[in-house]
């Protein structure tokens, strides 16, 4: 079954500091079933790349880009920008960011699960019963 993959659910794989097993389950995931990200997934992963490496010191600005060449090779396949305001109508209903509402309604639109690691979207997917890919709150 194709899966909904929210950014959080992959920024452990590129910082040393971070609990990567739930991260390398979607991969795992992905290597056999289709991924689906929201169209603001690659500049939410390049903004917070550049946080950690540049701001943060987190991560190398080369680390940092082989992380992103690394996740351009995975299986996902990028949804195209919504042109209705559904997206705004779930952020205010859920209390989300926008970004985060993008995924909740991508998962709904294709009726599969969302990988997240993000405990308020976990909330709203619950809340719209919408799947959560691994939930182990279940």
Known sequence: MPIVIDASSLLPLALDDEERDYAEAVVMAIAQTPGHVSA???????NVMRTNSVLRKRISVEDAGEFLMTLNGLNLSVAAPPVNPKIFGIAVERNLSAYDA????????????????????????REAEVSIFLDIAA
Request: with cysteine.
């Open 102 to 125: 993008s995924y909740l309604e991508l998962a709904q639109t294709l009726r599969c699960p969302l990988a997240t690691r993000d405990e308020q979207l976990k909330a709203a997917c």
């Open 40 to 46: 603001i997934f690659w500049w939410e992963m390049w």
